[in-house]
């Protein structure tokens, strides 16, 4: 059954599936009897958390997200190497020019083999850190594997097999590495968690890629370092979400942003179908429900 945007009566419901907006789910919940499942279809659940009745068993959509966030996590870091942001410039003003890395970055004697300046970088060989190594976590590092990168894991806690390094490492690995990919849920813990503290730890020029969520890292910070030239970003979220016209980030140097689409994608619509299907199977034979958020919020 599809419940209306606004509905006018009570509904006597054992499952629910959380729409994606939240005005819409909050409009709906008063008219709900006898929920016990909420299941979203969303990674995350910091959004929703605070208005959720206590209660009631809460699943996310962990694996739903996993292809298409970890697709644009090496779009754009083969963006960014590659510097396709500054020839889509070029192309709109006209330019046939050979974009050469800035002195901020490497100096001249870096920029030149004596043969032509640097117009583009490799993501081969790269050290890439990602922070929030779930299922998201896995998938990136899956599709990063054939450019030959190194990937260096860190999650809430150390494992051997994978090695995954406990996040208490973290700012001891962010001088070394030449991106960092941020994948944790937001949660008391993660919430302005990436400061300027561990910005300012990062390599000069690294990239600091956000598939998180906004608030995961300072804004202010941010882009102070970016306009500084120390690091170089791209971002699907923002803290504030959705960005207001004249907000600086609009204008930060060194960024590479997009409207927090990363895990919009036709086909993540019908990977959500199939994987609430199975849930609702699950439910009706009694069995145990995946991705249940615990007492941590994920």
Not at 121 to 137: F, K, P, T
Not at 248 to 269: C, R
């Amino acid at each position: 059954m599809r419940l209306p945007a606004e509905p006018t009566s009570e509904y006597e419901i054992d499952f629910w599936v959380l729409p994606f907006g939240k005005k819409t789910a909050l409009a709906q919940l008063p008219h709900l009897r006898g929920v016990k499942v909420a299941q979203t279809i969303t990674a995350g659940v910091d959004s929703i958390l605070p208005w959720l009745p206590k209660g009631l068993i809460l699943c996310d959509g962990r694996g739903i997200h996993d292809i298409s966030t970890a697709e644009w996590v090496v779009a754009v870091l083969l963006a960014e190497y590659k510097r396709l942001p500054q020839y889509r410039d070029l192309q709109r003003s006209e330019e046939w020019k050979g974009q050469a890395l800035e002195a901020i970055f490497t100096d001249d004697a870096e920029t030149s083999n004596g043969l032509y300046r640097i117009l583009s970088e490799d993501l081969y060989g790269r050290r890439v850190l990602i922070v929030g190594y779930g299922s998201i976590g896995a998938a990136i590092e899956s599709r990063l594997a054939p450019f030959g990168v190194e990937i260096v894991r860190v999650a809430r806690s150390a494992k051997s097999a994978p090695n995954v390094r406990a996040i208490g490492d973290l700012d001891s690995l962010l001088p070394d590495a030449d991106a960092v990919v941020l994948i944790v849920p937001l949660t008391d813990e993660t919430y302005g968690f990436f400061d300027e503290a561990r910005i300012a730890k990062m390599k000069h020029g690294a990239l600091l890629v956000n598939a998180a969520r906004g608030p995961v890292v300072v804004t202010d910070a941010l882009v102070s370092a970016l306009n500084e030239g120390r690091i170089r970003a791209a971002v699907d979220v923002t803290d504030p979400e959705p960005l207001p016209k004249g907000h600086p980030m609009w204008s930060a140097k060194n960024l590479l942003l997009t409207p927090h689409v990363a895990g919009s994608t036709p086909e993540f619509i019908e990977r959500a179908f199939r994987f609430v299907g199975e849930q609702l199977r699950r439910y009706i034979r009694g069995e145990e429900l995946e991705n249940r958020v615990s007492s941590a919020g994920y």
